[in-house]
């Protein structure tokens, strides 16, 4: 069975990792460690699922996940190349008595929100990738100070989204394969009607015992992360292709514009057209 616990490997040296992770090492699946993680997208785009979140991420994105948050980013294609810089630390690795004191209260504040999930925006987000590429070659004392750096300048700042919040699992491993079948099993299938009765069967449990485990682990209804997806899906059509909205919305796995609509509206908190009109360049 694969696990869900990732133990991350510190070099005897170093006091937390930083390296760069790319295909086939980029593939990891559904985990969680007990590291804290900052991580930049430098190459590849595909779906972040990050604890309850599911969203799209490409090159230049920036997360910064809290201790024991499961995710999975999964690439668009399994033919791309998936890379990303990653920074493992433990929230003590520099000591209770050094997070105590008054000038790392901000950061200590950050850090305490457990099982939180940022993303970066804006100018903040271009800012912490040029520390962050600073910090994978730095050696020595550089490498905690530019950590630093990052993390005040993010604990200080406005231009971030929490993503995800108080996200708890106590899953095993067993579990964690099954999640893992869910979700690539959606993803293959997210355009076509879906049943319960035909994802539940994949499980080998009963409708109602796939609807409480899947809600215990991915805290959202089954039909509601099939409607994220495809959403997601819809907005990738909207911005990158000049199509009509009525075909985009028969191409995301929907069979009705009203239904299609509504949905979109619930997600995006806006309709089709204006999401696009948004994102014209």
Known sequence: MKTLIQKIHVEEYNSFACRTYKTPDFETAWHKHLECELILITEGNGTALIGDYIGEYKQGDIFLLNTNVPHWFRKSQNTTIGSAIVIHFMRDFWGEGFLALPEMKNIAGLLDSKTTGIQLLENLSDDIAVLIRKLEFATGIERILLLISCMQKISTSTQQKTITTAFD???SGEENS????????SFKHFL??????EVAGITHMSIPAFCRFFKRNIKKSYFDFIKEIRIGHACKLLR????????????????????????FKAVIKLSPSKYRKQHIK
């Open 240 to 263: 990158e292709t000049n199509r009509p909205v009525l075909d985009i919305c028969y191409d995301s796995g929907y069979n009705s514009w009203a239904h299609f609509s509504k949905q």
């Open 192 to 197: 076509d009607p879906i049943s319960l009765k």
């Open 169 to 171: 699992t106590m899953t």
């Open 178 to 185: 099954v999640i893992e079948t869910i979700i690539d099993y």
